[in-house]
Nanobody
Framework: QVRLVESGGGLVQPGGSLRLSCGAS????????MAWYRQAPEKERELVAS???????NYADSVKGRFTISRDNAKATVYLQMSSLTPEDTAVYYC?????????WGQGTQVTVSS
């Protein structure tokens, strides 16, 4: 059984911060890496940040210096701390393995950055 449950999204003003959480089933979490993805209206889903089991991270250029990905292996949970948010960060945020191993996505969590 596979499971991905994202939470923590909401409405925030430009310049604000949010922390997203994602609980995953062990079969997904035990892969090479976990990642956060996002999909804005009428745009393709894109990779935002990834983190390996050892803690090595990578970020899309658009979020570098503003977002921080982390993971708690004991809890099979991955986090995304987002700061200095802009309207361009508005999207549904999803977590998943990286690369994708299962044809499965959670419901995502909506992040809306607006004044």
């Amino acid at each position: 059984q596979v499971r991905l449950v994202e939470s923590g999204g909401g409405l925030v003003q430009p310049g604000g911060s949010l922390r997203l959480s994602c609980g995953a089933s062990r079969n997904i979490f035990s892969g090479d890496a976990m990642a956060w993805y996002r999909q804005a209206p009428e745009k393709e889903r894109e990779l935002v940040a990834s983190i390996t089991t050892e803690g090595s991270t990578n970020y899309a250029d658009s979020v570098k210096g503003r977002f921080t990905i982390s993971r708690d292996n004991a809890k099979a949970t991955v986090y995304l701390q987002m700061s200095s948010l802009t309207p361009e960060d508005t999207a549904v945020y999803y977590c998943n393995s990286h690369p994708i191993e299962y044809n499965y996505w959670g419901q995502g969590t909506q992040v809306t950055v607006s004044s």
